[in-house]
C-alpha cells in the first residue's frame, strides 16, 4: 500500500477513535500530560504499524496500542505516574440549573468515583474504563487486552466489585 493510501485509510479508520484513546491513557496513567504524550507515541505506533491492521473494529485495534504504550510507560515509571487533579467539570456535559447544594453532592459524588476508579489495579481499572466510558463490547475489549472473553468478564466483575466497596467506604 502507497503511503498516500495509508494515510487516507489511517485518516478515516483510527483518527476519529482520539477521544477514545485518550480517555483509556488518562485512566492508566493518572496523569492528564503524560496521557497527551502518550496517545500521541501511540498514534505515531499505530500509523508505523497500520500495515499489520487487516480490517475489523479501528478503536479496538488503536485501543490495544494505546494500552500497550501506557503499560510500557507505567513499567518504565514505576510509581504508575503522579496523581494529577482531573476536573470532571471540564468532561462532563453542562446540564439543567441546579442548586448550590445539589451540585455540591453531586461533585462530591463524583469526585469519590474518580478516586475509587484510580484506586484499581491496573488490570482491572482498563477493563472497567474500556468496558464503562467507552463502551466496548467484551470482545473489542480482549481483543485490546489481549486476553480471552472470560478474563474480561471476571476483572470487569471484579473492578465492579472493588468499586462498589470502595464507593461503600466513602
Keep these: 500500500m502507497d503511503e498516500t493510501t495509508k494515510l487516507t485509510l489511517f485518516e478515516q479508520t483510527i483518527v476519529p477513535h482520539l477521544n477514545a484513546a485518550y480517555n483509556l491513557a ?29 480490517g475489523g473494529d479501528g478503536r479496538a485495534w488503536l485501543l490495544a496500542v494505546v494500552r500497550n504504550t501506557c503499560l510500557t510507560w507505567l513499567r518504565r515509571n514505576k510509581s504508575g505516574g503522579a496523581s494529577v487533579e482531573f476536573n470532571e467539570e471540564v468532561h462532563a456535559p453542562t446540564g439543567g440549573q441546579e442548586n448550590v447544594e445539589e451540585q455540591l453532592v453531586k461533585n462530591a459524588k463524583m469526585d469519590a468515583l474518580r478516586r475509587c476508579v484510580e484506586s484499581l489495579p491496573v488490570e482491572y481499572r482498563e477493563i472497567v474504563v474500556m468496558r464503562e466510558l467507552e463502551e466496548l463490547s467484551y470482545r473489542e475489549i480482549a481483543e485490546a487486552a489481549g486476553v480471552p472473553i472470560g478474563t474480561v468478564m471476571s476483572r470487569l466483575s471484579r473492578g465492579r466489585m472493588r468499586l462498589l466497596d470502595c464507593m461503600e467506604e466513602k
Design 26 to 54: 488518562r485512566w492508566l496513567t493518572r496523569n492528564p500530560h503524560e496521557a497527551e504524550d502518550l496517545v500521541q507515541e501511540a498514534y505515531l505506533r499505530a500509523f508505523r504499524f497500520f500495515d499489520g491492521f487487516h
